[in-house]
């Protein structure tokens, strides 16, 4: 029987499902020697929330399939595995609409300062009628600007159009017809996205290129008003540059569900702000949602072992091999 190794803990009735077509072996992450001789032993892999490096894969040979249960990617060196011949498999789609309901969760949540003021009421300030102090932002009707309009951006440019009228600005590499044509989206380069939006959210996938895609210089290029929203990967984004920035005024605030270093460390001045919302990456977390991904790996791999995995793959060049 097939051998796949599972590192993260999975839902009993996908784990059924995977023991019907493999032997199932759960290994921690944080184990890391047991957890490379597993991958030795194995055909198949399914998991999410751990770096998998070529050197872990030295000596893998059985190796055929890795499911990531996630969208992102970018823990994983993809040009290694199609050299390896190993597929790489993940989970669009079907955590999109959760992960923008978080986005605009910490839209709401920073504009309208709900986190800071629950905090204020429960520790017992809110003693007379709310003045001035404690006003927010509108949402409906500004502009948001998102870099990285795909999926997720394009359900969270809905949410922005057509549930609160606003206006939708996007960066891509290249145009969403579909957004432009449905939300009135229009594509921009960053500098005036940067410079119009009310609200920047980063929605791109974590690459090369995108790593620190903003900096200093483009925290500077923002509304002082301006709210900056990042869901994509803490990386994307220069966290000391930002820190600086939300301390300085140069921006107005800040919602994040993701970091440089997660779990985010307690002494992080983030913390400390109340212009920040800070979550921990819970983007695509409703049970509903994680069931789905999870059951979408799953089946992902199960197909991947089997040579009949037709979508859902990262690396297609590996099937050209
Ligand atoms: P997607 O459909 O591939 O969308 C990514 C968008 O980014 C595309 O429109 C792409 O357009 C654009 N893009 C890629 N590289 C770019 C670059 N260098 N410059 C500008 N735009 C670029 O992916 P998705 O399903 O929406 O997911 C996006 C990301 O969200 C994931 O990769 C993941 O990191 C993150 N995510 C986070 C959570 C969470 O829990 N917080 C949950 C799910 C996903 P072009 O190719 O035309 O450039």
């Not at 995977?18 to 198949?44: C, I, K, M, T, W």
């Not at 960066?171 to 940067?194: C, D, F, I, K, P």
């Not at 059951?295 to 199960?302: F, H, K, T």
Request: proline share 3%; glycine share 8%.
């Amino acid at each position: 029987m097939k051998k796949i190794v599972a590192w993260k803990s999975l839902p009993e009735d996908v784990l059924a499902y995977l023991q019907q077509h493999a032997q199932v072996v759960q290994v921690d992450p944080s184990q890391h020697d047991a957890f490379v001789a597993a991958l030795r032993d194995a055909e198949g892999g399914i998991g999410a929330s751990a770096q998998i490096t070529p050197a872990m894969l030295e000596g893998a040979n059985r190796l055929k399939a890795l499911s990531t249960i996630s969208v992102g990617y970018d823990q994983f060196d993809v040009d290694d595995l199609t050299r390896r011949g190993i597929v790489l498999a993940h989970t669009p789609d079907v955590l999109t609409e959760s992960t923008a309901d978080t986005v605009f969760s910490l839209i709401l949540a920073c504009a309208r300062r709900v986190v800071e003021l629950a905090d204020w009421v429960r520790a017992g300030q809110w003693r007379a009628s709310i003045g001035p102090a404690q006003f927010g932002l509108d949402v409906q009707g500004k502009t948001i600007g998102i870099v990285g309009l795909g999926r997720i951006g394009g359900a969270v440019a809905r949410r922005a159009a057509l549930g609160f009228n606003m206006k939708v600005l996007y960066t891509n590499r290249s145009a969403n017809r579909e957004a432009e044509q449905a939300y009135g989206a229009r594509r921009v380069e960053l500098a005036e996205l940067l410079a119009q939006s009310d609200f920047v959210c980063l929605q791109v996938p974590l690459t090369r290129e995108t790593r620190h895609l903003i900096g200093a210089a483009e925290l500077r290029a923002m509304k002082k008003s301006a709210i900056l929203i990042n869901a994509s990967r803490g990386a994307t984004v220069d966290e000391l540059a930002l820190i600086e920035a939300l301390r300085n005024g140069t921006i107005h605030g800040a919602g994040l569900d993701v970091f440089d270093t997660e779990p985010l460390q307690a002494d992080s001045p983030l913390l400390s702000m109340p212009n920040v919302v800070a979550l921990p990456h819970i983007g695509s977390a409703t049970h509903e949602t994680r069931h789905a991904m999870a059951l979408n790996a799953a089946q992902n791999l199960v197909a991947a072992l089997d040579g009949t995995l037709t979508t859902n793959i990262v690396n297609r060049d590996v099937l050209a091999r």
